[in-house]
């Protein structure tokens, strides 16, 4: 495991809206776009919040980047080696749990709080979403479908109201819930998420990220992870 390096701060916190939904024959997920520094007002507005472990794998996350950095590259570096997202979820808890660990030794009186998901296919194709919490150290996993998460949870109740009362989770059509989640986000009213928001759709016929500007401008480019 790579250590050190990670550790350039007490650690960078992200105040996160996170969107997704599960399709028949894929997954989105969205997240805005902040990052902001601990015990500062800075912030960055280019932090992808979704990543692409491979081809037929994805991953989001919120809370300390830190946390999340430390062993990103190993488990990027054991996905490109697998398919299996039973695999890749089982080494993440592993590595995550590790990292944890280690962050709660280094900053005893920091909030450690952080999420992720993997997103990807099983054996048989059939999509998968699965959310993981530092509230039992990534060791649980739940199973999810239509889905949505502020964190903290300041901005949650804003967010499931206006997801309840606009969006139509029946509908199948993407470009529908890139508006919508997209809307949603820019809508929250803290300064700590971005107007801007960035996402990945996941496919069997391929890997789409998806850029959202703060005026709703979309565009959309097909990922290519071996060029």
Not at 66 to 94: P, V
Not at 104 to 126: H, S
Not at 138 to 151: A, E, G, V
Request: negative net charge; hydrophobic residues 40%; aromatic residues 14%.
């Amino acid at each position: 495991m790579i250590v050190g390096p990670y550790f350039y701060s007490e650690g960078n916190f992200i105040m996160t809206a996170l969107i997704g939904k599960k399709f028949e024959n894929g997954v989105f997920i969205m997240a805005d776009k902040r990052i902001t520094y601990r015990g500062t007002e800075n912030f960055s507005d280019d932090e992808k919040k979704v990543i692409a472990l491979n081809q037929n794998v994805i991953f989001a996350f919120a809370g300390v980047k830190n946390i999340i950095d430390i062993c990103m590259e190993e488990l990027k570096i054991f996905s490109l080696g697998t398919n299996s997202i039973e695999e890749i979820e089982a080494q993440s808890q592993r590595l995550f749990r590790n990292s944890l660990e280690m962050f709660q030794k280094l900053y005893p009186e920091q909030d450690y709080a952080t999420v992720y998901l993997l997103a990807g296919f099983t054996a048989d194709g059939i999509p998968r979403v699965t959310y993981f919490s530092s509230d039992d150290a990534f060791q649980k996993s739940h199973p999810l479908d239509f889905f949505y998460k502020t964190f903290p949870n300041t901005e949650m109740m804003y967010l499931r109201n206006y997801l309840i009362n606009e969006v139509d989770a029946t509908r199948t059509d993407l470009n529908y819930f890139i508006i919508q989640f997209s809307s949603a986000i820019r809508q929250i009213n803290n300064e700590k998420v971005s107007k801007t928001a960035y996402s990945i759709f996941l496919t069997q016929n391929g890997l789409f990220e998806i850029d959202i500007d703060e005026d709703g401008i979309i565009k959309i480019v097909q990922m290519n992870l071996d060029s």
